[in-house]
């Protein structure tokens, strides 16, 4: 299936794969062309200073959210590496972001990233790509096979040790649920 | 800082934090065992998170064995509890540096940075809040004795 079927399903996928920030190297923001660029900043968690740095100023954080201010015109936007640029506090902001850009704007969002931790909440179908083909596919954070091609998520890992010769917690990648089903179990 | 491993985090990591380590050769891309052989110290510039748990094992034996202090700079702070010394930075600033397990206590001062905490601390805390265990504990062996003995 090609991954804009699994888009038009799904509006937001996470994608495993390997991911090349597309930026180049620029000599100020001005340069970029941003629509509105005010507003995009500001939708992606920038003020206005970051207009007068100059590239080699920018943070690896500060490029990430530059390269998304690119993007939010197009119908599908492409993201990546978000466990590697961007700190747990924007990765929460972003996720909110996403939300609003599928549902108010009507926009496809393909997340890239090796972390799974990072499509929680925000996913509802992970797609294996390698060689621009998809070679697996699943909706269960808990799919064994999904950890063939990437690392397991720590609360993954800790469930599944636990449950190893009996299930006592159920599956869960929320923490405080996680918690309740301990309390229930213990 | 003393000559010992460390994890170094930031909130926003950048290049310019390496300008205050120039003894130190940086890897930044894939490498194999053999490159580091000739270094004395390296720094890992958020490229740990490639490995899986059993290779950081390995390089982490390795570079013990050879004698190669490292510095690890990373995002992932679940990459905090390889070292025994943690600095946090904010802003291209020292904030908080130390013994990692007592520096991840400190979770207001944390959060309050855009950060988190490594899963096993967060789910340590959160179950010593609900009188479950009494303790910390930093991985799934000795949680899972603490909680169901």
Known sequence: ?186 | MKETNVTIISNNINRNLLTYYKDYFVIDKNFTLDDLVQHSKVIFFNILYTLTDIEIKELYNFLNDYDIKFINFTNNIDEALLTNYLIIYSEDKVIMEGNTIDILKREKDIRNLGLKLPFYIELSNLLKDYGLIDKTYIDKESLAGALWK
């Open chain 1, 1 to 186: 299936m090609e991954i804009k079927t699994y888009l038009n399903e799904y509006g937001i996928i996470g994608v495993v794969s390997n991911y090349k920030n597309s930026l180049q190297p620029f000599n100020t923001i001005q340069d970029l062309n941003i629509k509105n660029l005010e507003s995009a900043l500001k939708m992606v968690g920038l003020d206005n200073t970051i207009i007068a740095k100059k590239y080699s100023d920018i943070t690896i954080n500060e490029l990430w959210k530059i390269e998304l201010a690119t993007k939010l015109n197009n119908e599908i936007i492409i993201v990546g590496n978000l466990s590697t640029s961007l700190n747990n506090k924007d990765i929460n902001y972003m996720k909110k972001l996403f939300r609003k850009l599928s549902q108010e704007y009507h926009k496809k969002i393909v997340i890239i990233d090796d972390d799974i931790n990072i499509f929680f909440e925000i996913v509802k179908k992970i797609l294996v790509v390698k060689n621009h083909k998809v070679i697996y596919e699943t909706e269960d954070f808990f799919d064994k096979q999904l950890y063939r091609h990437c690392k397991m998520p720590k609360i993954v890992e800790f469930i599944n040790y636990i449950n190893r010769d009996k299930k006592i917690l159920q599956n869960n990648v929320e923490i405080y649920e996680l918690i309740k089903d301990i309390y229930r179990s213990v």
